[in-house]
């Protein structure tokens, strides 16, 4: 069954409605209220909420309905479920109170409910889902209180909703956007695999970014991350790692955290991309969101060779060193282009790589730099201070231009302060990702490099 | 001889002044005019510039005095300091040009006329002094590309200006501020060492942050960083690493980077921090800026026991999988007390370590939690995800109470967003530090455990 009726419903009844934003359960519908197609609250004490109609059962709502919400306590989820029987091919089970906090059985109740009814179930302990090109919002959380991100072609899936809420403020501050967002909790049907699954085929999402705490099927996860890895670009980040965050993530939502080590080794071997942390589980988004990734030209087996062209000697040392850690060749400039550029440039610039043009920079050098190697790095770190009166405006210009003719992966970093404020707009704007140290930069370049 | 000379020089006399700012030397002359002492510039075509008494030679300056400034072109330097004989303690040589483009025995010469003449050098290839408590700042960056920090608790020792210049922007964002700022380059001279030795007795310095691409005297460098260590809060970051970013840090300043696995061994053995990256190195400084790291009690080895509270199960567990990379102890709460924080609070929150408050958390739990495990760990890290109802500007008050009550260890990890603004300004007026995942929050605390 396609998974649709999780982000585009032709109908939604929420279970648990309330008449004021004080309650989750208000929140909710006045989430829902934005949304162009029928939304069915029930609450027994009511007949309209929010200005329209409500249902006091479920049995009162004829129509039938693609999603239901559920934002009722956990004891009373397996008997909403039964009452929704036909109704509905999907639940998001917002509750929590489930495996996470010991309740095993009954999580296992609500589980074998939905599978002899043939109800598809998200959560339960769950944030739900965002899909902000259809204006569909279930999250729990006012607008007032977090700002939604703007549309764009990041998919987030998210085992916690914590995590769900931090990646949308991150998101927002990277200058991307959501294609669509799930917070898909303890996961007792629907998991992070069926969601790769489906999106191998959304056309409104080039980057996934999956923060797992446990997995169910490892190889299930396995194959739907490979699958999808081949037509869209996909970031994992696993936590849980150690004997006592694993036991965390457990009490969290209540799946097995496995070994991590397994984990990861795993992923390599496949070749799908690993973040270590929430930063760089950010950094590679951002760069996968506003670049297409590479694959190794001139038969060579990885694309890891990368020039670094700084304007501070010390920026470009840290840049190296990082690239060190991601297995990154900073390999040296070929003699006879050292040759080329010994020749235009002053003799204190100093041409190794990182190719370190000095506080004396005009902003053309870093084209000459660029124009000269391209050919010979798979990916640039551009490292611009701004506090010099040779970086302006027109750097962010030349860049642009260098990105759009040749399309080799350009990342950048310069230190936000006001006078940098407009060259870091321009440049996001042209889709090249800045980023607040040289080792993040680093991080967002080894993300598009493979 | 003390280097208050370079601090706070009894009178400066600039060589390589210019009358615009278009170039570095009036750059550094306007930067001088606010300094409270005596300025004496020194141009060939000279008399008079931005309004002071100009020099057409270094013979013209009749008064002693205690620094100069030499902005002249590299080969120059060895001349200059001649003609500077008997007249300064010392000098910044600013100029660039030496072995950092192969002009080794250029620097050859200049360190021997210093040591010959029995004048300090700082540089050469150096960004210079900033002083912002005597209002001495030598450095060649005009105040309105780059927002000077306000005065504050940290010294700055940089080998790298750009690094400096970096510094002083993350400085600026942690809410933290300068008690002295040295960007010292190619170190023929005056090094690290040096500093380290002279800061010991610095009553403005607390923090000594600490940026190094190459050592000269290892042993030096580990006797004075012990003995800095003794009475303020050193953190290193050491850059070129491996064997490119080695080379690159080799040009950029001349001098050999060194086996980096031997240098950090060494530091560990000798309890010396070390940060790994940039944003480690700013972490572990604004904690260390905000409150005073502490001992192991009862008996133990390390301080190393960390409680996470939390409102994201999610954050939480990234938190323990940081601690876990630090060696951080995330150990269980106590059965005694774990009874009675069940007896007070909802059965849906998840009481192990990280304690997981859940969204329906009120900003009392937190204080709840701190009060009943303070005796327990060592530090806390608290993350809170504004986006609820239940958390308020109240936490912060309640933070401070505790953290003033207590004088705990007490990072935080708040996501910031257009809610948390007022929260984060009011917890880092407390002094408790504010990060922006919940990985970074955990380089913090590992700061202030030893």
Redesign the interface.
């Known amino acids: 069954m396609s998974l649709d009726f999780l982000f585009n419903p032709k109908s939604v009844i929420l279970i648990g409605a309330a008449h004021t934003e004080?309650k989750?359960g208000g929140v909710v519908l006045q989430n829902l209220l934005n949304y162009g197609r029928p939304v069915y609250p029930v609450n027994p004490k009511y007949d309209e909420l929010m200005g329209i109609k409500a249902y006091r059962t479920i049995q009162d709502i004829q129509s039938p309905a693609d999603l239901a919400i559920i934002m009722r306590p956990a004891v009373e989820v397996p008997t909403i479920l039964n009452e929704l029987e036909g109704k509905v091919k999907g639940a998001i089970v917002v509750s929590?109170?489930f495996a996470?906090?010991g309740e095993s059985g009954l999580q296992d109740e609500v589980k074998k409910t939905g599978a002899r009814l043939g109800m598809r179930l998200l959560g339960p302990n769950c944030m739900g889902v965002f899909n902000p090109i259809r204006k569909f919002d279930t999250l729990?959380?006012a607008r007032e209180?977090?700002?939604r991100p703007r549309k764009g072609n990041v998919a987030i899936l998210?085992?916690?909703?914590?995590?769900m809420?931090?990646l949308f403020?991150?998101i927002?501050?990277s200058n991307t956007g959501i294609s669509k967002a799930v917070g898909y909790g303890n996961a007792i049907d629907i998991d992070e695999s069926d969601l790769f699954e489906y999106l191998v085929e959304d056309r409104e999402t080039d980057v996934v970014v999956s923060?797992v705490?446990s997995l169910g099927d490892g190889r299930k996860f396995i194959d739907k991350a490979r699958a999808l890895s081949e037509s869209k670009s996909l970031i994992v980040l696993k936590?849980?790692?150690?004997?006592?965050?694993s036991?965390?993530?457990f009490?969290?939502?209540g799946r097995l955290a496995g070994k991590y080590e397994v984990f990861a080794s795993v992923l390599k071997q496949f070749g799908i991309r690993e973040a270590q942390?929430?930063?760089e589980l950010m950094d590679a988004s951002k760069a996968l969101s506003y670049q297409r990734p590479v694959k190794p030209n001139s038969g060579r087996k990885t694309a890891n060779r990368v020039c670094i062209i700084?304007?501070?000697?010390?920026?470009?040392?840290?840049a190296?060193?990082?690239?060190?850690r991601h297995g990154l060749?900073?390999?040296?400039v070929p003699q006879n282009k050292l040759t080329t550029l010994k020749g235009v440039f002053p003799?204190?610039?100093?041409l190794?790589?990182?190719v370190?043009l000095?506080?004396q920079v005009k902003d053309d050098d870093y084209l000459t730099v660029l124009n000269e190697l391209k050919d010979e790095y798979d990916g640039f770190v551009i490292i611009a201070?701004?506090?010099?009166?040779g970086i302006t405006q027109k750097l962010a210009e030349l860049l642009k231009g260098f990105r759009e003719k040749f399309n080799k992966p350009l990342v950048s970093h310069i230190?936000?302060?006001?006078?940098s404020g407009r060259i870091i707009a321009l440049l996001e704007k042209a889709r090249i990702p800045v980023y607040p140290?040289?080792?993040?930069a680093v991080k967002g370049l080894k993300a598009l490099l493979s």
């Open positions: 004080i989750l929590s109170g996470e906090v729990f959380i209180r977090m700002k998210s085992q916690s909703g914590a995590i809420v931090s403020e991150a927002k501050a923060y705490e936590s849980g790692k150690g004997a006592s965050s036991a965390a993530a009490s969290h939502t942390d929430f930063d700084t304007n501070g000697g010390g920026s470009g040392v840290l190296a060193d990082e690239c060190m060749e900073v390999v040296r003799n204190f610039y100093v190794n790589n990182p370190d000095t506080a201070l701004p506090n010099i009166p230190p936000s302060d006001g006078i140290s040289p080792e993040r």
